[in-house]
Nanobody, 115 residues
Framework: QVQPVQSGGGSVQPGGSLRLSCTAPGFTSDRCDMDWYRQAAGRQREWVSR???????KYAASVKGRFTISEDTDKDTVYLQMNRLKPEDTAMYTCKTSYSCGNLWGQGSQVTVSS
């Protein structure tokens, strides 16, 4: 099992968009679920979204309707498209494979939303 590798993130103004990527070798063949979490400075880690092995998706209430999780099975990659970003979305975002796939964490991607 290999640690997922993340890309994306950065700084954006309120109302803007960013996309995060998480590539996890074996994600598709091992039929893993994938979660996104975030942790803002001084706050506890918060679950953001999940895509299951069957492709179903779930979202935290705070991001539902603004964030979209998706997958590219050919690339073993999960994406988190973040639209209409707010300052309160500022956090370190990290992907994680499901327990059955080793509970592996990505390295994290900083997202900063500020004017």
């Amino acid at each position: 099992q290999v640690q997922p590798v993340q890309s994306g993130g950065g700084s954006v103004q309120p109302g803007g968009s960013l996309r995060l990527s998480c590539t996890a070798p074996g994600f598709t063949s091992d039929r893993c679920d994938m979660d996104w979490y975030r942790q803002a400075a001084g706050r506890q880690r918060e679950w953001v979204s999940r895509i299951t092995r069957t492709g179903s998706t779930k979202y935290a209430a705070s991001v539902k309707g603004r964030f979209t999780i998706s997958e590219d099975t050919d690339k073993d990659t999960v994406y988190l498209q973040m639209n209409r970003l707010k300052p309160e979305d500022t956090a370190m975002y990290t992907c994680k494979t499901s327990y059955s796939c080793g509970n592996l964490w990505g390295q994290g991607s900083q997202v900063t939303v500020s004017s």
